[in-house]
């Protein structure tokens, strides 16, 4: 079956970095679009960010442009997220999630088939 398992979450100070990984299994990696999510507490779920079957195009959330980056690499059938410049409204369990796509695979809104447990990410002013 289908797994997605985030790490490298923790506690960091603000202003700090933290790079999350996703390694996915149980899939051809290749053949999904990926993407973050993340969920505050008492918050509805966030878009992050999504990367293309390649790798080749991306998108991001308004409030984390410029400061996060989404990648991927295929051949290790792992999707990461570099965050830099974190800020303590940054603080959610951060998600990752993968979907066949089709045209519209990088609009914020669009439908991924599976999901991760999460990550918890922590950032203290």
């Known amino acids: 079956q289908v797994q997605l398992v985030e790490s490298g979450g923790g506690l960091v100070q603000a202003g700090g970095s933290l790079r999350l990984s996703c390694a996915a299994s149980?899939?051809?990696?290749?053949?999904?679009?990926m993407g973050w999510f993340r969920q505050a507490p008492g918050k509805e779920r966030e878009f992050v960010a999504t990367?293309?079957?390649?790798?080749?195009?991306?998108n991001y959330g308004d409030s984390v442009k410029g400061r996060f980056t989404i990648s991927r690499d295929n051949a290790k059938n792992t999707l990461y997220l570099q965050m830099n410049s974190l800020k303590p409204e940054d603080t959610a369990v951060y998600y990752c999630?993968?979907?066949?796509?089709?045209?519209?695979?990088?609009?914020?809104?669009?439908?991924?088939?599976?999901w991760g447990q999460g990550t918890q990410v922590t950032v203290s002013s």
């Open positions: 999630a993968a979907a066949r796509g089709g045209r519209d695979w990088a609009r914020p809104e669009y439908k991924y088939d599976y």
């Open positions: 149980g899939l051809t990696f290749s053949s999904y679009i």
């Open positions: 990367i293309s079957w390649s790798g080749s195009s991306t």
